[in-house]
């Protein structure tokens, strides 16, 4: 079965950063595309970031620049590095995976995801 579990959530001042990881399991990152999504209170849930079956690396326009994703395949981690972390980054923060993976990342990036974690809470105080 493929299980998806989201970590590394917390409380951060404005300006600091979080890694948060993406622990999967019953598939291969050779297959699949995993992605982070986020949803902030009461808006609509926003595709953040996707790393293709490929490994090609797609981002949000939003968040261009300040986050960067990464997969550790030895791991069947894939984590995303947040810098400089502003209050409007406050929601929590899924990562999802489909299949197949090589669909554009703007499939993947609103919502064309398969399977999805729980999520971690990403609070950031100004």
């Known amino acids: 079965d493929v299980q998806l579990q989201a970590y590394g959530g917390g409380l951060v001042q404005a300006g600091g950063s979080l890694r948060l990881s993406c622990a999967a399991s019953?598939?291969?990152?050779?297959?699949?595309?995993v992605g982070w999504f986020r949803q902030a209170p009461g808006k609509e849930r926003e595709g953040v970031s996707c790393i293709d079956s490929d490994g090609r690396i797609y981002y949000a326009d939003s968040v261009k620049g300040r986050f960067t994703i990464s997969s550790d395949n030895a791991k069947n981690t894939v984590y995303l590095q947040i810098n400089s972390l502003k209050p409007e980054d406050t929601a929590v923060y899924y990562c999802?995976?489909?299949?197949?993976?090589?669909?554009?990342?703007?499939?993947?990036?609103?919502?064309?995801?398969?399977?999805w974690g729980e999520g971690t809470q990403v609070t950031v105080s100004s």
């Open positions: 019953g598939f291969s990152f050779d297959d699949y595309a």
């Open positions: 999802a995976a489909h299949w197949p993976g090589y669909y554009a990342g703007s499939y993947y990036l609103s919502g064309g995801m398969d399977y």
